[in-house]
């Protein structure tokens, strides 16, 4: 083992080795384990194991049972029985398996294992002897007496160019002797990200998919106060930055559970909750610590994100990320963009669209004018009761639904695109007027959209859709993707854009910036 002796603000630290990161978890001691209707106790030696993967297995040996069961239940189980003592057995095993078991909680030399929340699956493996197997969904270790004054999230997945540190930058949770890594500021503390001593050899397993989710490196900060809920330690912990994360690096980024630990590294407590449960892809690279020291900036300002924690930006994210795929084809990665915009657009209340606002008083006169006269004309051509009721409403749409309200992706994307001040639906819009079909590139949006979300893939061996066109696009609304959500956390460092391989400034689009440049030839 490699002794490693760390200093930070004084304190110092002896490490045993400097990948103190557990990925595969066991625990073992005396288990007790609560059930509801009817009130049963069992009790016994309880062996724990998380994988890498986050998935667990726990088994407990009862050997003692306590509560509303038949006498002498224990005695008969790991032995010969008879036929009617088999039924007995039988209807307890049923009577445990049918039963909600509200707590499960293992003594350990080092600490508690208890779970959390009731949703606690259980199952006998073996209806004649005294085991029985548990899945817990949401569960903790903790160590008693110690306190915490660190957080730690290991991150699946996370595979980027590092950064190097400043030759006097430490800290007593470092793991990297490489000195490299990513720093960035959470609720006024210095947090960073490290790749593990072995990432390399992680990184080849992802990206050669003989794995499909691996730890790659951790997330490290300092924790504001002792958190007494998980509601306050959401609050200490930055686990939406895992979509910005993947934002940056391309792929779904998670986190198998949470480690508080001491000043001096000891762990006090381990939450084992699964954030996100990302398989690998190869997709879009938008920044790393080479371009700009792009994920640091993104990360620092992040966090002003307010509608971060929000479902649809978070929804937003994930398709953000899914759409720079290379497992996809076009059809499915304008899908996953088309569903993006529209839930920035739901979040700022851009879904609808009064038309009558969007013209002058003249152009309403005349409007309504042209639409009462045609409605008169439609109610003319009635030839009897039946066909005049329907004709009647026929006219009567005529007359009020062209100038009301709209539901329409093209205005709605040109209305987000205004609201945060990005300049591309003029520039795309007068390249399209100028072009010899003439044709409106916001309509033609609103229908490549219908198309894809109703029916779910473009024709291109017809007329209507030209394969070329349809990808550029794509690249572009990929593009402004980004370009909003850098709006939204005020991100002004560089990027890859999905148009250009070079890397750009955040803010590159401008009211004169050629079609060229975003891709329109």
Not at 125 to 136: E, G, K, M, R, T
Not at 264 to 269: A, S
Not at 288 to 308: A, K, P, V, W, Y
Request: charged content about 25%; overall charge negative.
């Amino acid at each position: 083992m490699l002794a490693l002796e760390l200093r930070f603000k004084g304190v110092t630290m002896a490490i045993s080795s400097i990948n103190w990161l557990e990925d595969n978890i066991k625990y073992a001691g005396e288990g007790r384990a609560e059930f509801a209707n009817p009130r049963v106790i069992l009790e016994g030696p309880v062996i724990i194991a998380f994988n890498e993967s986050g998935e667990s297995e726990i088994q407990m040996e009862f050997r003692n049972i306590s509560g509303c069961v038949e006498p002498n239940i224990l005695e008969l189980l790991n032995r010969n029985v008879s036929t009617e003592e088999y039924f007995r057995i039988l209807r307890f095993s049923k009577q445990i398996e049918a039963n909600q078991c509200t707590k499960l909680e293992v003594v350990t030399p080092n600490g508690t294992f208890s779970s959390i929340g009731i949703n606690i699956k259980h199952y006998i493996p073996n209806y004649l002897n005294n085991v029985l197997n548990f899945f817990v969904l949401t569960s903790q270790f903790e160590v008693h007496d110690k306190e915490a004054k660190y957080w730690v999230l290991p991150l699946y997945n996370l595979i980027t160019n590092f950064y190097r540190y400043p030759r006097e930058w430490t800290h007593p949770l470092s793991i990297s002797s490489k000195h490299v890594g990513i720093i960035f500021k959470f609720n006024c503390s210095t947090c960073f990200i490290e790749p593990l001593e072995d990432y390399e050899v992680r990184k080849d397993e992802l990206t050669n998919f003989k794995k499909p989710k691996k730890i790659t490196s951790i997330m490290v900060g300092e924790l504001r106060s002792i958190p007494k809920d998980s509601e306050s330690l959401d609050q200490q912990v930055p686990i939406n930055f895992l979509e910005l994360l993947g934002l940056a690096a391309g792929t779904e980024i998670g986190s198998p559970y949470i480690e508080l630990r001491t000043a001096e590294g000891e762990l006090v407590k381990r939450i084992h909750v699964e954030h996100n449960n990302p398989i690998y892809f190869k997709g879009h690279v938008a920044m790393d610590e080479f371009c700009g020291r792009g994920i640091g900036i993104l990360l620092d300002n992040g966090q002003s994100l307010l509608h971060l924690g929000n479902s649809y930006m978070i929804a937003t994210l994930k398709h953000l990320v899914r759409a720079g795929s290379r497992n996809l084809d076009i059809d499915e990665k304008l899908i996953h963009i088309f569903q993006a915009l529209d839930g920035l657009c739901e979040i700022f209340d851009l879904k609808t669209q009064n038309l009558n606002q969007r013209i002058n008083t003249s152009q309403q006169k005349q409007i309504k004018a042209i639409l009462e006269k045609a409605s008169r004309d439609i109610s003319a051509i009635a030839v009897d009761d039946e066909q005049s009721r329907v004709i009647g409403e026929i006219a009567n749409r005529t007359r009020t639904i062209p100038a009301g309200t709209a539901r329409d992706f093209g205005l709605s994307l040109s209305d987000l695109l205004k609201l945060f001040d990005l300049a591309d639906a003029n520039i795309i819009e007068d390249y399209y007027q100028d072009s010899e079909n003439r044709k409106s590139w916001i309509r033609f949006l609103s229908h490549c959209r219908g198309v894809e979300i109703h029916k779910g893939f473009l024709e291109f061996d017809g007329d209507e859709f030209d394969f070329t066109e349809i990808n550029v696009i794509r690249a572009h609304l990929h593009d402004i993707l980004f370009r909003l959500v850098f709006k939204m956390i005020h991100y002004d460092g560089t990027y890859r854009s999905p148009i250009q391989t070079l890397p750009k400034e955040a803010n590159w689009v401008k009211p004169n910036t050629s079609p060229k440049m975003l891709g329109y030839h």
